[in-house]
């Protein structure tokens, strides 16, 4: 599991080179790897369904208890599938759409390297694992959504998907560390098995919001649906393969993952189901008012996402293995739908259905395979989507809490989405023959070959529904998001009952609004300025005040001006250390003094120095000022018994003095560039930062937690470093490294000044200096 991603990552990275060896033959080529992949994972099969899941361990970091470890389970394989299959019917669909384009390389890599990360995310066992995974598909999937980066509505489209997804993955990323907390345990097969009840745990309500939070934005739940519709600005094998088997998927993957552990509270039902619910009528809702083919998909997308989360709310047996067929059956149509949508376009030169009509003769096989994907999309027999469709309205009418509210959102869903199907296969192919920008022909084979294999699997499963159920693929899939051995049983016929007259009623209710679609359509524009003020106007709308908030900040905080920073800097390190220090360990200041008068006179003497040095007019002076501080600071450790360390400060401070008047002469003097005002508050800030370092001096002397390190450094400098100056040792010794750093630090500044002196100002409008050819140049000092 774990070679077959990271070759996956290897051969995305490899694209380019596979590109110029097999030119317009590289996308098949590269298609013979998810498939390999697929072919693995069914010999396993039969090993994952009847001796339970798979667990393969690749030590890391041993020492420090990091392994790569990938799980395969029954869900895992279900989704690990789709991934591979639709992703091989997507690459071979994109090497005829893309034909010719100068990008594909670029299109190949980004394709492979989403592939490999959704692959990765639905294999990981270690939930750190998973959102390393789970970031590769947004930051991939940004690359795919702005493939076209010339056009300014992509670039926008995946900066918003990135933006929503991103933020979801920080709330993710919380939830996590969470659920290791909570769990004892960073790994998804030990919190499984370790049969400790979470959902009784303290911190079981912020983990499921958080965790929750990351699987609604990324898989467009209500109201973080908005980024997926804008998505579709992506070249269609992108969109195809974007809702059909990967990113949106993976928030239902993982709340089907978290459900053995997290599901059955009211938390939970409740969020999960009236989440859920109101995306799939808003999806359904929304898809009916747009005439652009790739965005009635999207939201007839959203409407299925919103449809699985609900099922998962709900939590009943009936209700998983409702579950795992709805998304099975959503995969293979939706892949189709896309694929078909992206012929339209390909070959008639628009993806407006309203622009369309009469197609059916000129794209025979293309309306045989639209006809059969948005048949199992209606779900109308003998197709699979049928069984999901029965299976989820079952499900609705046997949930124990909002039954009624979510029956009638069900069925509303239900008669929305078959008039988005009929828009879809009917409106394009018959009627009347309507002129499209390019004359309509057969798209070719490459294109042809994925949405019809989708469409016949779909069709194929939909008069063998056996296949699936007893010791079969979804019994697994399905016994894994219970947790409990779960037997599926599906069949195309299961009696005339209640779902069976809501799926009739909902499919000649569904025809009739397909009929009158366009006065429908138009009736609904009333809601525009609705829609417009819905949350993507509230998504703007945050992102105009996080760019007020920047210039704002950038104005004040970040000006360009040194001193501004340091006073920054100054305040917030005196607030936040100084309400932690006077707070949380209350300094004692009773202590007694003893104090000779010879040592007054040196610590007065350095007091003067600094004070004269902050009102010195003069940078000579100053430099002097300085320099008496740092000889009475030496003259502090030769009267305490520290000769070496004194004459260790009186060598640097003698040299610092020399270089800074060798290179400060040649400045200009002081300039007064702050009012009176701004100087006590300058003064005011530097007397509080004195006094919070004497507090933390006092807190520190009060405090004695640990063995001083100055025990061990006496006594080893001599025998360890050779050396008898302890200051020396330390130095070039035990913090070699450090002094490195500092060395280069200074050299560096150095080099700052040289450069800032040597730099020359030119005085704009003066002419040619005579006979040179060169401007005159203003021989001035450079004054910062």
């Known amino acids: 599991m774990q070679l077959a991603?990271?070759?996956?990552?290897?051969?995305?990275?490899?694209?380019?080179?596979?590109?110029?060896?097999?030119?317009?033959?590289?996308?098949?080529?590269?298609?013979?790897?998810?498939?390999?992949?697929?072919?693995?994972?069914?010999?396993?099969?039969?090993?994952?369904?009847?001796?339970?899941p798979l667990l393969l361990e690749w030590q890391w970091v041993p020492s420090l208890g990091i392994s790569l470890t990938f799980m395969l389970d029954g869900l895992s394989l279900l989704f690990g599938l789709l991934i591979c299959v639709i992703g091989t019917c997507v690459l071979i669909y994109a090497g005829g759409y893309l034909r010719g384009s100068p990008d594909m390389a670029r299109f190949h890599l980004a394709i492979l390297g989403f592939m490999m990360s959704m692959l990765g995310l639905v294999m990981a066992d270690g939930l750190l694992t998973l959102f390393v995974f789970w970031e590769l598909t947004s930051v991939t999937s940004y690359l795919l959504i702005g493939f076209n980066h010339t056009d300014l509505a992509s670039r926008k489209s995946a900066r918003q998907g990135l933006f929503v997804t991103v933020a979801g993955g920080l709330a993710l990323m919380g939830g996590l560390t969470l659920l290791g907390i909570a769990g004892g345990a960073w790994s998804f097969s030990e919190i499984l098995a370790g049969g400790e009840d979470l959902r009784q745990h303290a911190l079981y309500t912020p983990m499921v919001i958080c965790l929750l939070l990351g699987a609604f934005t990324k898989s467009a739940q209500f109201p973080f649906h908005f980024w997926l519709p804008n998505a579709m600005a992506a070249p269609t094998p992108v969109s195809a393969y974007l809702h059909s088997a990967t990113m949106v998927k993976a928030g239902i993957y993982l709340m089907a993952r978290l459900s053995p552990e997290l599901g059955g509270t009211g938390l939970w039902i409740t969020t999960l189901s009236l989440v859920g619910a109101v995306t799939m009528l808003t999806g359904a809702f929304l898809a009916i008012h747009h005439t652009n083919i790739k965005k009635?998909?999207?939201?007839?997308?959203?409407?299925?996402?919103?449809?699985?989360?609900?099922?998962?709310?709900?939590g009943t047996d009936y209700a998983m293995t409702a579950f795992v067929t709805f998304l099975l059956a959503h995969s293979l149509y939706k892949g189709a739908l896309f694929m078909v949508a992206g012929i339209l376009d390909h070959e008639t030169g628009t993806k407006d259905v309203s622009a369309m009509g009469g197609l059916r003769s000129s794209m025979p096989v293309t309306a045989t395979i639209a006809c059969v994907a948005a048949l199992s999309l209606s779900g109308v027999p003998p197709l699979f989507g049928f069984i999901g469709k029965e299976l989820m309205l079952e499900a609705v009418l046997g949930a124990e809490g909002f039954a009624a509210l979510l029956i009638v959102m069900a069925f509303a869903s239900a008669v929305l989405t078959i008039a988005v199907a009929a828009i879809i296969a009917l409106r394009p192919f018959f009627g009347e023959r309507r002129q499209t920008p390019k004359e309509p022909h057969e798209a070719p084979f490459s294109m042809l070959l994925g949405p019809g294999l989708l469409a016949a699997i779909s069709l194929a499963l939909g008069l063998a529904p056996a296949l699936l159920g007893g010791d079969a693929l979804l019994t697994a899939a399905a016994s894994s998001v219970v947790g409990t051995r779960?037997?599926?049983?599906?069949?195309?016929?299961?009696?005339?009952?209640?779902?069976?007259?809501?799926?009739?009623?909902?499919?000649?209710?569904?025809?009739?609004?397909?009929?009158?679609?366009?006065?429908?359509?138009?009736?609904?524009?009333?809601?525009?300025?609705?829609?417009?003020?819905?949350?993507?106007?509230?998504?703007d709308a945050s992102l105009r005040g996080?760019?007020?908030?920047?210039?704002?900040?950038?104005?004040?905080?970040?000006?360009?001006?040194?001193?501004?920073?340091?006073?920054?800097?100054?305040?917030v390190l005196i607030a936040l250390i100084g309400q932690s220090i006077l707070v949380r360990h209350s300094p004692l200041l009773d202590f007694s003094l003893d104090v000779r008068f010879h040592e007054i006179i040196v610590v007065g003497t350095m007091a003067m120095g600094a004070l004269f040095a902050t009102v010195s007019r003069s940078r000579l002076g100053a430099v002097v000022s300085v320099g008496i501080m740092g000889f009475s600071i030496a003259l502090i450790f030769i009267l305490f018994s520290a000769p070496d360390l004194g004459i260790t400060q009186l060598l640097v401070e003698t040299l610092t003095v020399i270089l800074l008047v060798l290179v400060l002469f040649r400045l200009p003097r002081f300039s007064n560039l702050s009012t009176s005002l701004e100087r006590i508050r300058d003064g005011a800030t530097a007397a509080a930062m004195g006094v919070l370092i004497f507090l933390l001096i006092i807190t520190a002397w009060s405090i004695d937690q640990f063995e001083p390190i100055s025990t061990y450094m006496v006594e080893n400098s001599a025998p360890l470093a050779y050396g008898r100056n302890i200051v020396n040792v330390i130095l070039v010794d035990y913090r070699a490294l450090d002094t490195l750093g500092e060395m280069f630090v200074l050299a560096l500044a150095a080099i700052g000044v040289i450069a800032m002196l040597k730099l020359r100002h030119v005085t704009p409008g003066e002419g040619k200096a005579s006979g040179t050819g060169k401007p005159a140049v203003k021989e001035e000092p450079y004054d910062g």
């Open 5 to 52: 991603v990271l070759l996956g990552f290897v051969l995305a990275a490899s694209a380019p080179l596979l590109n110029r060896w097999f030119g317009q033959q590289a996308s098949f080529v590269l298609a013979l790897f998810p498939a390999s992949i697929a072919a693995w994972l069914l010999t396993q099969a039969d090993v994952v369904i009847g001796e339970g």
């Open 296 to 314: 009635l998909l999207a939201y007839s997308t959203i409407m299925a996402l919103g449809t699985l989360t609900m099922l998962l709310g709900i």
């Open 486 to 539: 779960l037997d599926v049983s599906l069949s195309l016929w299961y009696g005339v009952n209640t779902a069976l007259i809501l799926s009739i009623v909902s499919l000649a209710l569904g025809f009739l609004l397909f009929k009158r679609w366009d006065g429908v359509r138009g009736r609904l524009s009333i809601l525009a300025p609705i829609q417009r003020r819905g949350p993507e106007a509230g998504f």
């Open 546 to 571: 996080i760019e007020r908030f920047a210039e704002w900040q950038t104005r004040i905080l970040q000006n360009g001006y040194m001193r501004n920073y340091i006073l920054v800097m100054l305040v």
